[in-house]
């Protein structure tokens, strides 16, 4: 039945290299027929996997790309990808660096058609970019699915229906959830088991959902058997070990930036306006805690 034991430490499915090995097990085809018949709206009756390959088992391998490239039956081109940890952005909360990196890869995947024999552009496969995020990317709009295209900056009539960007928000399922399953789309309960299938606090909510479509029971069994994988555990673990480095490191850089930045306008304000380093320091409003550090760092270089 695919259920998830409640026991169970279960790897999530939000994570990219778990979620492109669930959809592209050859069992799994029925359920990524049915994941992206949900998202582009539209019954899909075959897809054919264009596999950028996985990265060999080797638990140091930090580099690999985990999206799901695809063809369906009406030649419309497919890549569905997992954005699970947080990318470096600026500070202002757009996420243009994640915005940007999907429209990369939308016109690479689109332009990448063979030009051999094409005498109209018209005649181009559609081009899907669908992207699964952990974290929020439009926090004003409620709807968890966002979905862009080419349009009038005015009008907003349409001037191409020949690529599509579709951002898919899990962390904004509180609500959706909560909905009995029998109101739910295919999307919701895919949505739902992709966030909330390692949290025991959800296991009865997400075993509701599996237990209502065969092919989430197949995606069951697939995250089962992969959780319980010592191999994949080893890589899982190697791989959020490396992240969070990663994280550690940038923001100890990000501090250590801003402390010397702080320690250089104090200088700069005794040296110009002759003013102690406390006086210094309120005028920069630093903050009681740090006073000392400063303090200690200033008499350490007199």
Same mark, same amino acid.
């Given at each position: 039945?695919?259920?998830?034991?409640?026991?169970?430490?279960?790897?999530?499915?939000?994570?990219?290299?778990?979620?492109?090995?669930?959809?592209?097990?050859?069992?799994?085809?029925?359920?990524?027929?049915?994941?992206?018949?949900?998202?582009?709206?539209?019954?899909?009756?075959?897809?054919?996997?264009?596999?950028?390959?996985?990265?060999?088992?080797?638990?140091?391998?930090?580099?690999?790309?985990?999206?799901?490239?695809?063809?369906?039956?009406?030649?419309?081109?497919?890549?569905?990808?997992?954005?699970?940890?947080?990318?470096?952005?600026?500070?202002?909360?757009?996420?243009?660096?994640?915005?940007?990196?999907?429209?990369?890869?939308?016109?690479?995947?689109?332009?990448?058609?063979?030009?051999?024999?094409?005498?109209?552009?018209?005649?181009?496969?559609?081009?899907?970019?669908?992207?699964?995020?952990?974290?929020?990317?439009?926090?004003?709009?409620?709807?968890?699915?966002?979905?862009?295209?080419?349009?009038?900056?005015?009008?907003?009539?349409?001037?191409?229906?020949?690529?599509?960007?579709?951002?898919?928000?899990?962390?904004?399922?509180?609500?959706?959830?909560?909905?009995?399953?029998?109101?739910?789309?295919?999307?919701?309960?895919?949505?739902?088991?992709?966030?909330?299938?390692?949290?025991?606090?959800?296991?009865? $909510?997400? !075993?509701?959902?599996?237990? %209502? @479509? #065969?092919?989430?029971?197949?995606?069951?069994?697939?995250?089962? /058997?992969? &959780?319980?994988?010592?191999?994949?555990?080893?890589?899982?673990?190697?791989?959020?070990?490396?992240?969070?480095?990663?994280?550690?490191?940038?923001?100890?850089?990000?501090?250590?930036?801003?402390?010397?930045?702080?320690?250089?306008?104090?200088?700069?304000?005794?040296?110009?306006?002759?003013?102690?380093?406390?006086? $210094?320091? !309120?005028?920069?409003?630093? %903050? @009681? #805690?740090?006073?000392?550090?400063?303090?200690?760092?200033?008499? /350490?270089? &007199?």
């Amino acid at each position: 039945m695919g259920l998830l034991p409640i026991d169970l430490d279960i790897l999530p499915p939000s994570d990219d290299r778990v979620f492109k090995l669930i959809l592209t097990s050859p069992e799994a085809k029925p359920g990524l027929i049915s994941l992206i018949s949900s998202t582009i709206g539209r019954n899909v009756v075959d897809v054919v996997l264009h596999p950028n390959e996985l990265a060999p088992g080797d638990t140091e391998e930090k580099a690999e790309r985990f999206d799901v490239n695809c063809k369906i039956d009406d030649g419309s081109q497919i890549n569905l990808e997992m954005q699970a940890s947080h990318m470096v952005e600026d500070l202002d909360g757009q996420h243009r660096n994640l915005k940007g990196k999907s429209i990369y890869y939308l016109t690479d995947l689109h332009s990448s058609q063979s030009a051999k024999g094409l005498r109209r552009y018209d005649r181009l496969a559609r081009s899907y970019q669908i992207t699964f995020c952990s974290y929020t990317i439009f926090p004003g709009t409620p709807d968890y699915m966002n979905s862009f295209s080419l349009r009038h900056d005015t009008t907003g009539e349409q001037l191409s229906d020949a690529i599509s960007l579709t951002f898919v928000e899990l962390s904004k399922l509180s609500e959706i959830v909560k909905k009995p399953v029998g109101e739910m789309t295919a999307l919701d309960k895919w949505s739902v088991f992709f966030q909330y299938a390692p949290d025991p606090n959800y296991r009865e $909510a997400v !075993n509701k959902v599996i237990e %209502s @479509e #065969e092919v989430l029971q197949v995606a069951g069994e697939l995250l089962m /058997s992969i &959780s319980q994988n010592e191999q994949e555990r080893a890589i899982f673990r190697s791989r959020k070990k490396f992240q969070t480095d990663l994280q550690s490191d940038l923001a100890t850089a990000e501090d250590r930036g801003r402390a010397e930045g702080i320690l250089m306008s104090i200088q700069n304000l005794m040296d110009g306006m002759g003013l102690t380093i406390e006086q $210094a320091m !309120n005028i920069l409003k630093v %903050s @009681e #805690e740090d006073r000392s550090k400063y303090r200690s760092i200033m008499e /350490s270089q &007199s």
